[in-house]
T-cell receptor, first 111, second 113 residues
Framework: QQQVKQSPQSLIVQKGGISIINCAYENTAFDYFPWYQQFPGKGPALLIAIRPDVSEKKEGRFTISFNKSAKQFSLHIMDSQPGDSATYFCAAIRTGNQFYFGTGTSLTVIP | DSGVTQTPKHLITATGQRVTLRCSPRSGDLSVYWYQQSLDQGLQFLIQYYNGEERAKGNILERFSAQQFPDLHSELNLSSLELGDSALYFC????????????FGPGTRLTVT
């Protein structure tokens, strides 16, 4: 059973537009929700993360919105740039226990 | 560059064989995590070690084993290899044993023929 469901599988956005990637989880015991960015041939790199006691976290052009009651969280990339073209993974973590990743979203930003 | 190193970068081997993947964490990091990334399964957590001891276990097959040595480097051993084991294997490290920020290495691409 997929612990973290991520959508869409792929996304094409115009330069300057907003990219939105969504994730949903089942286990309410998860207590840390990071987003990772992965470029081809590289390992994932932490982009931004949130804990369930916060509804929104913003770092530069990247924002996580968290809805605890709906068990959903999303990544918003404002003013998307061609350099943002990468695969994005959400994850849900239960401290010291399990680490679950979404299936990834391939983002392409068209100039 | 994350500071995490993995060797080898590529590995091609035959079914039934055994291989060892090596990971050196960032300086000062005590936790090491192993992940498998394949096209159909995505990124799967395998196992975590903290300061030499196993801390968390994910979807790691019985044919796979890992250990963390006193110098904190880690090895992932894969035995009785099957075609389906072909994947990218990532190592990540973090300072503590909780869900601190994990820094991923460049990965080892394993191809089983």
């Amino acid at each position: 059973q997929q612990q973290v469901k991520q959508s869409p599988q792929s996304l094409i956005v115009q330069k300057g537009g907003i990219s939105i990637i969504n994730c949903a989880y089942e286990n309410t015991a998860f207590d840390y929700f990071p987003w990772y960015q992965q470029f081809p041939g590289k390992g994932p790199a932490l982009l931004i993360a949130i804990r369930p006691d916060v509804s929104e976290k913003k770092e530069g052009r990247f924002t996580i919105s968290f809805n605890k009651s709906a068990k959903q969280f999303s990544l918003h990339i404002m003013d998307s740039q061609p350099g943002d073209s990468a695969t994005y993974f959400c994850a849900a973590i239960r401290t010291g226990n399990q680490f679950y990743f979404g299936t990834g979203t391939s983002l392409t930003v068209i100039p | 560059d994350s500071g995490v190193t993995q060797t080898p970068k590529h590995l091609i081997t035959a079914t039934g064989q055994r291989v060892t993947l090596r990971c050196s964490p960032r300086s000062g990091d005590l936790s090491v995590y192993w992940y498998q990334q394949s096209l159909d399964q995505g990124l799967q957590f395998l196992i975590q070690y903290y300061n030499g001891e196993e801390r968390a276990k994910g979807n790691i097959l019985e044919r796979f084993s890992a250990q963390q040595f006193p110098d904190l480097h880690s090895e992932l051993n894969l035995s009785s290899l099957e075609l389906g084991d072909s994947a990218l294997y990532f190592c990540a490290s973090s300072t503590g044993q909780g869900h601190n920020e994990q820094y991923f290495g460049p990965g080892t691409r394993l191809t089983v023929t």
